[in-house]
């Protein structure tokens, strides 16, 4: 499996595994997803970082995308607010995984020049 497509997935098991921890407050069935969904992801981003993606970015990226994918959807499912400065600071988180991946893609070529 592709590294990128690891790590897209994992993204998807962990937000929908945090989505199942918040439903579960009113249905405790939901526990069950809670944990094959956080093992799924876990596992995965392992694989991810196993087919050479840095842990920086992989972290960064599952992090921050698993962050405003949980709020957008919990607005949407779960009614809860999403004010300007909650979506400030996503918007930052994703700012800052960008810089991220950009710094490393950097230190991968400078790896390839001195080699």
Known sequence: ?????????AILAETTATLALRASIDAPAW???VALGYT??????????RGGM??????GIWG???VALTAALGAVLFDEHLGATAIGGIALIIAGVVLV????GER?????DAA
């Not at 799924?40 to 970082?49: K, R, T």
Request: without cysteine.
């Open 108 to 112: 991968t070529a400078a790896r390839a």
């Open 54 to 59: 840095p842990l920086g970015v992989a972290y």
């Open 64 to 66: 921050a995308s698993g």
């Open 31 to 33: 526990l069950a997803l």
């Open 40 to 49: 799924a992801a876990f596992a995965l981003l392992g694989i991810a970082l």
């Open 101 to 104: 991946e950009t710094g490393s």
């Open 1 to 9: 499996m592709r590294p990128t497509i690891a790590l897209a997935v």
